[in-house]
């Protein structure tokens, strides 16, 4: 196979010595080792079960259609992909960003930064995200994915961490698992949702919504590129199990939620001015950690537009 090209040049593996010398034929060490997805593309692995690097790409151009589709596997295999030393505008973001999909507005309820309405300011004096989440989903669709650009980060602290839900789904033991095949999440925010409300509506996909309503998705969403089944629950968001008690709802969700965040579904990563994470809602939760104190801690966030969630206990639907 030809080695991908990037404007006509191929593309340089930047790894340093140890995953070089890996990829040129030295025994992995478990699974915690770099794979080579395609020719010249480099992907180390940050836990045997959630979060990659990948090496040799600038996100600033465009990529061939080959690299796109190496780093599309890549996050479809690894949940959560990470770029070092990237140097991107806002509007290159989302054209970075476009290249696997449809970018959403900024938000559905924060506003956009001021020069691009796709880009969400992620700053460290205004609030910090330090709960296990996933983007989005008190709506109907929630986003397929997240693009974090660091522009300046904490000399210690301010890490980021995501837990891969298809490896706590296929973690739970299989009665526990045919439950929640059958169980279906309530996703709601209601301050969200009284802001938008105070406001008479807000903009997402495109379309107007006069009022935030609960979203209904699957507790076990399957992932519509490759199949494979997760769970689909945050603490953030979830707020009850359709047609349960509040005792049984509220236990079964705490014990999911303990669950997912097992160390060995987590990854965790040291961003800094030039990284880039991006990640796939449809299959993680992340938690941004709280603790630089007074620290700048400043990204760029761009998502893309998803689906309607699906799994065993909803079918996908046929939109129109
Ligand atoms: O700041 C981070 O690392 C993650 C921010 C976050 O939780 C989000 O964008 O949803």
């Known amino acids: 196979m030809p080695p991908f090209l990037v404007h006509g040049l191929p593309l340089q593996v930047n790894v340093g010595p140890t995953a070089q010398a890996r990829i040129e034929g ?62 991107v505008g806002a509007d290159q973001q989302a054209a970075f960003a476009r290249q696997f999909g449809e970018v959403t507005e900024a938000h559905p309820v924060l506003p956009s930064i001021e020069e691009n309405r796709e880009v969400l300011a992620i700053d460290g004096k205004a609030g910090r995200a330090n709960w296990w989440h996933t983007d989005v989903t008190f709506l109907d669709t929630p986003a397929m994915g997240s693009i974090l650009f660091m522009l300046e980060a904490p000399e210690v602290g301010g890490d980021t961490m995501w837990a891969s839900l298809q490896d706590a789904y296929e973690g739970l033991a299989p009665a526990v698992r045919t439950m929640c095949d059958g169980l279906i999440g309530i996703h709601h925010d209601p301050w969200f949702a009284a802001d938008v ?26 992932h519509p590129e490759t199949g494979r089944n997760g769970l689909f629950v945050n603490g953030q968001f979830t707020q009850a ?52 104190g007074d620290a700048p801690r400043f990204a760029h966030r761009v998502t893309l537009r998803g689906d309607r969630p699906f799994g065993p206990a909803v079918p996908a639907r046929t939109e129109g």
């Not at 790409?57 to 479809?76: C, M, Q, T, Y």
């Not at 008479?200 to 969403?221: F, I, Q, Y």
């Open 197 to 222: 409300g105070a406001r008479g509506g807000s903009e997402w996909n495109g379309t107007w919504h006069d009022k935030m309503v609960p979203a209904l998705d699957p507790v076990v969403r399957t």
């Open 241 to 292: 199990l359709l047609g349960l008690s509040k005792n049984e709802s509220n236990s079964i969700l705490d014990m999911l939620y303990r669950h997912c965040v097992q160390s060995e579904f987590t990854c965790r990563f040291r961003g800094r001015a030039g990284s880039v994470a991006f990640w796939d809602n449809r299959a993680t939760l992340h938690y941004a950690l709280e603790d630089y």
């Open 26 to 87: 030295v025994p992995a060490v478990g699974q915690n080792s770099p794979v080579t997805d395609a020719q010249h593309l480099s992907v180390h692995l940050l836990s045997p079960v959630i979060g990659a690097e990948i090496f040799g790409l600038d996100l600033s151009v465009p990529l061939e259609p080959g690299v796109v589709a190496a780093v599309r596997h890549a996050l479809n295999t690894h949940h959560v992909i990470f770029f070092r030393d990237q140097s």
